[in-house]
């Protein structure tokens, strides 16, 4: 239901945009949001964008990462600039949905796409 793309190998200092498509029927989305989750360690949030409001960061981002969103295409995308070998973790968008007007809204997760920064 969310299809995620865009990760890659890439050198320090370098740019990747990572986007994330939702599908089936939609009424409308809450929030979307890129996590990310490196070797070893917790899934972390890097990036929310609600439906009304300001985005929010990661401090470990801040300054370099861009989250934005399409409604009108339900899709969201992540620009990653000044990667760090640190950024390397598989990457999952979440959107929080709600398939119908008498439904209430659940959280879906994309399958994840690897970005990796060398140094």
């Known amino acids: 239901q969310l299809q995620a793309s865009g990760g890659g190998l890439v050198q320090a200092g370098g740019s990747l945009r990572l986007s994330c498509a939702a599908a089936?029927?939609?009424?409308?989305?809450?929030?979307m949001a890129w996590y990310r989750q490196a070797p070893g360690k917790q899934r972390e949030l890097v990036a929310v964008?609600?439906?009304?409001?300001?985005?929010n960061y990661a401090d470990s981002v801040k300054g370099r990462f861009t989250i934005s969103r399409d409604s009108a295409k339900n899709t969201v995308v992540l620009q990653m600039n000044s990667l760090k070998p640190e950024d390397t973790a598989v990457y999952y968008c979440?959107?929080?949905?709600?398939?119908?007007?008498?439904?209430?809204?659940?959280?879906?997760w994309g399958q994840g796409t690897l970005v990796t920064v060398s140094s």
């Open positions: 089936g029927s939609i009424f409308s989305i809450n929030s």
């Open positions: 979440k959107a929080k949905i709600r398939r119908y007007l008498t439904d209430g809204a659940l959280d879906y």
């Open positions: 964008t609600p439906s009304v409001g300001i985005p």
